[in-house]
């Protein structure tokens, strides 16, 4: 069984910056593939970036694609969403999740654990 807890959500003004952190507990995160999904009121929630267990191989959303970053710190068990140049339509509840596919994924079915979300407002 693997807990996440995710933090570092706020009130940031477009153009700003925030980094969101994963921390997980119970199981290693080494070998699951971790992934940031988002869900803003009224939408499905949808897939934001997906990261290799080993840390190797990315992949982005286009919509964020340049502006965000996954990393992981598998000694400390925590994944980390670097966001740059935010802008209001990033305005979402933020989720990690692991999954079994080490190799990441940008299907929400591929995932088994989630953590509760953390709010991001990015003003205009």
Same mark, same amino acid.
């Given at each position: 069984?693997?807990? =996440? /807890?995710?933090?570092g959500g706020? =009130? /940031?003004q477009a153009g700003g910056s925030l980094r969101l952190s994963?921390?997980?507990? $119970?199981?290693?995160l080494s070998y699951y593939g971790m992934g940031w999904f988002r869900q803003a009121p009224g *939408?499905?929630?949808e897939f934001v970036a997906?990261?290799?267990w080993s840390g190797d191989n990315t992949y982005y959303a286009d919509s964020v694609k340049g502006r965000f970053t996954i990393s992981r710190d598998n000694a400390? *068990?925590?994944v980390y969403l670097q966001m740059n140049s935010l802008k209001p339509e990033d305005t979402a509840v933020y989720y990690c999740a692991a999954s079994r596919? $080490?190799? $990441?994924s940008t299907s929400r079915i591929? !995932?088994? !654990?989630?953590?509760q979300g953390t709010q991001v407002t990015v003003s205009s």
């Amino acid at each position: 069984q693997v807990q =996440l /807890v995710e933090s570092g959500g706020g =009130l /940031v003004q477009a153009g700003g910056s925030l980094r969101l952190s994963c921390a997980a507990s $119970g199981r290693t995160l080494s070998y699951y593939g971790m992934g940031w999904f988002r869900q803003a009121p009224g *939408k499905e929630r949808e897939f934001v970036a997906t990261m290799h267990w080993s840390g190797d191989n990315t992949y982005y959303a286009d919509s964020v694609k340049g502006r965000f970053t996954i990393s992981r710190d598998n000694a400390k *068990k925590t994944v980390y969403l670097q966001m740059n140049s935010l802008k209001p339509e990033d305005t979402a509840v933020y989720y990690c999740a692991a999954s079994r596919f $080490g190799s $990441g994924s940008t299907s929400r079915i591929s !995932y088994d !654990y989630w953590g509760q979300g953390t709010q991001v407002t990015v003003s205009s």
